[in-house]
């Protein structure tokens, strides 16, 4: 085998998958703004009109000139008309005179200034407005949100529905965003069966396969089963080969360790590149990742905790570098809810169940089943916990890292 490193740190891990994935961007695409939430935008937004793009009322009442308005005490003004949301009905008011208004009307010329519904009283064929009212009161002006030609938007960002409705609110009918990379979902062994059929003695139900399925579709990807890849490694060669000349990123549970049946470093070698392969982690220290054909390859260890572990931390740099994305995911952290006791150097990933303490914090409390193929644990819980490398005992009440899935 060529040389590459092998039991690095995950930091330095996620720092090769960026680099390597910087290179293979999957390009962009337009899309119309109501089919572009959750996706990465492509280039940065500019706003091509103020917003609002007129001078509107914040709220139902009347709108007049604060001029007209008497010091210290109220105002009677006559009620020449009403306004409401919509186009701008060419109403004059004069001085004396306020006209009805609805929240988002425009204001009519000679106005500046809106009371409120319920602080008026109406009497005499007008309105009589309360003392105080300072000039542009409940008035939404131009520009006050949004400048035309302002930047709202940067390239990286995931257009979240608040994103998605200000683009609306500008008039953006397209948005350029990443395309969403192509990914292809291998699980190995011949000791797999699929769900519903009998299992003979020695064999075990395929559940990795649905994991990352799951955990792709959360990502909003269209992820491609294929076939349970043989411990043969001349079929193992034909169907990777399919998938790595027609996909941008091949992602595979299982047959990445030292065994005998364990084929995928050794093809990965022979038919493309390992960028790195063991990291120092628990569990998932076996993962591999490379490159064959137009595919990056990562290739997580075949426990069920290990794919999730390896996925949530390894697996979504990759495709979040793929598609340019620098809006960084949330970083949490919570209080154990338990001592723990860390007896090996690799940082570790337990399940746990993660909820609000009741005080304005966050409270983890860890699953005492910490075992890589134990994912009766990781369906009991919500979160991963996170712990650095080194040993120690960690005490309840310690502030840790959290991943919640």
Do not use: C, Y
């Given at each position: 085998m060529t040389a590459y490193p092998s039991r690095i740190a995950v930091d330095e891990a996620i720092a090769l998958i960026r680099e390597t994935a910087?290179?293979?961007?999957?390009?962009a695409e337009s899309l119309a703004f109501n089919r572009a939430g959750g996706r990465v935008l492509a280039d940065a937004v500019r706003a091509p009109i103020d917003l609002?793009?007129?001078?509107?009322?914040?709220?139902?009442?009347?709108?007049?000139?604060?001029?007209?308005?008497?010091d210290g005490v109220p105002t009677w003004l006559r009620l020449v008309g009403a306004q409401y949301a919509g186009v701008a009905g060419g109403l004059q008011v004069g001085p004396g005179e306020c006209v009805r208004i609805t929240t988002g009307a425009p204001l009519p010329t000679g106005t500046d200034t809106v009371a409120i519904r319920e602080d008026i009283v109406e009497r005499d064929g007008g309105m009589e407005i309360p003392a105080g009212l300072s000039r542009g009161a409940d008035v939404r002006r131009v520009g006050e949100d949004v400048q035309a030609g302002a930047d709202v938007m940067r390239a990286g960002q995931v257009l979240t529905p608040a994103r998605t409705g200000l683009a609306a609110a500008l008039g953006l009918a397209t948005l350029t965003v990443a395309r969403r990379p192509?990914?292809?979902?291998?699980?190995?062994?011949?000791?797999?069966?699929e769900p519903g059929l009998p299992l003979l003695p020695g064999q075990v139900y395929n559940s990795n396969r649905d994991l990352l399925m799951g955990l792709l579709r959360a990502e909003g990807l269209e992820p491609t089963a294929w076939p349970t890849l043989p411990d043969d490694p001349e079929r193992m060669q034909v169907m990777l080969a399919d998938a790595a000349s027609a996909f941008d990123v091949v992602i595979t549970s299982g047959g990445v360790s030292a065994g005998q049946k364990d084929h995928l470093p050794g093809l990965l070698d022979a038919?493309?590149?390992?960028?790195?392969?063991?990291?120092?982690?628990?569990?998932?220290?076996?993962?591999?990742?490379?490159?064959w054909d137009r595919a990056l390859f990562l290739c997580l260890p075949g426990n069920p905790v290990s794919t999730l572990a390896t996925f949530l931390t390894l697996g979504r740099a990759l495709l979040?570098?793929?598609?340019?994305?620098?809006?960084?995911?949330p970083a949490w952290q919570a209080r154990l809810g338990a001592p723990w006791r860390k007896e090996h150097a690799r940082l570790e990933f337990l399940r746990g169940q993660l909820a609000p303490d009741g005080t304005g914090g966050l409270r983890v409390l860890p699953n005492t089943a910490d075992a890589s193929h134990q994912l009766r644990a990781a369906a009991d819980s919500n979160a991963l916990i996170v712990l650095p490398e080194?040993?120690?005992d960690y005490a309840a009440g310690d502030i840790v890292d959290v991943l919640p899935y």
């Open positions: 910087h290179s293979h961007r999957t390009g609002p793009s007129f001078d509107n009322s914040r709220m139902d009442g009347v709108a007049f000139a604060q001029a007209s308005l008497a192509t990914v292809a979902v291998f699980t190995t062994g011949d000791e797999l069966v038919h493309g590149r390992i960028v790195f392969w063991k990291v120092r982690m628990k569990p998932g220290m076996p993962v591999l990742f490379g490159q979040d570098s793929l598609q340019g994305r620098d809006d960084p995911r080194g040993a120690r």
